[in-house]
Structure formats: C-alpha cells, structure tokens
C-alpha cells in the first residue's frame, strides 16, 4: 500500500485500486475507491459526517481498499476483482 498526499486530498493505493480521501468544508471525509488509473471506474464511495481525524479517515481508507467483492460477476473476466 502506497500513501501519497495530492492537491489537498490523501490517495492510497495498491497494485488494483486506489482510494481518494477528501475532507468536506464542514466536516467529515469523502472516500471514494476506483480501479487505478482509471477515474471514471468508480466502485464504491462511502461519506463520513462525523469530524474524525485525518488518522482515523486514513484506516478507514485501508479498509475500503482492502475490501474484495465477491459476488461481482461482471468484473471478473475483465481482472478487476480478486479471485
């Protein structure tokens, strides 16, 4: 897992996906995970409305990227997701 900081955002990524995070104006974090280098495959986004710490967001972040979806069929044959 790479973590690298870009344009007031934190990017985590891996060797398949990569999860931005984002700090909303009033609070809270925006996590948004897509395939790497490919924007305009977004897989999942999860908002958070609490004022975590960036720390907590980061973990946060881990586990999203971590996540292996199972049951996603349509992906398989194109390897985005783990077998």
């Known amino acids: 897992m790479k973590l690298t900081r870009q344009l007031g955002s934190t ?10 995070i984002q700090k909303k104006i009033f609070g809270g974090y925006s996590l948004k995970k897509y ?8 897989l999942e986004t ?10 907590e967001a980061i973990e946060l972040g881990k586990e999203l990227l971590e996540r292996v979806y199972r049951t996603a069929k349509q992906y398989r044959k194109l390897n985005y ?3």
């Open 46 to 55: 999860r908002e958070v409305r609490l004022d975590i710490s960036e720390e």
């Open 11 to 20: 990017i985590l990524t891996n060797d398949q996906y990569e999860v931005r």
């Open 35 to 42: 395939i790497i280098n490919s924007p305009f495959d977004l």
């Open 81 to 83: 997701i783990p077998s």
